[in-house]
Nanobody, 127 residues
Framework: QVQLAESGGGLVQAGGSVSLSCAAS????????VAWFRQTPEKEREFVAY????????VYGDSVKGRFSISRDNAKNTVYLQMNSLIVEDTAVYYC????????????????????WGQGTQVTVSS
């Protein structure tokens, strides 16, 4: 069973950038499709980005399109989320999640289709 661990969060000024990492242990992350979600106390968990098992297929939530970029390095067993042009509304706890690609094919933005979750990393954007 794969375990996921996010890192890279912190405090950043609006307009700045931060890169998050999702590292896997206990399994090979390249066997899974991976997504990033985020959550604040006021909102439900929100889909941010998705990357298929094979590199090349990515999907982004409307609120982050053009600013965030998801990528994966299968040799390092890690998925990344590069976050640019940050705004205060990006403040949240960011979670990575993984699912086998054959599980719920074509579904990527719903929390329920993901089997494995990390503990989350806080990103705070100051004005």
């Amino acid at each position: 069973q794969v375990q996921l661990a996010e890192s890279g969060g912190g405090l950043v000024q609006a307009g700045g950038s931060v890169s998050l990492s999702c590292a896997a242990s206990g399994g090979t992350l390249n066997s899974y499709a991976v997504a990033w979600f985020r959550q604040t106390p006021e909102k439900e968990r929100e889909f941010v980005a998705y990357i298929s098992r094979r590199p090349g297929a990515t999907v982004y939530g409307d609120s982050v399109k053009g600013r965030f970029s998801i990528s994966r390095d299968n040799a390092k067993n890690t998925v990344y989320l590069q976050m640019n042009s940050l705004i205060v509304e990006d403040t949240a706890v960011y979670y990575c999640a993984a699912k086998p690609p054959e599980s719920y094919p074509g579904h990527y933005s719903a929390q329920a289709v993901y089997d494995y979750w990390g503990q989350g990393t806080q990103v705070t954007v100051s004005s």
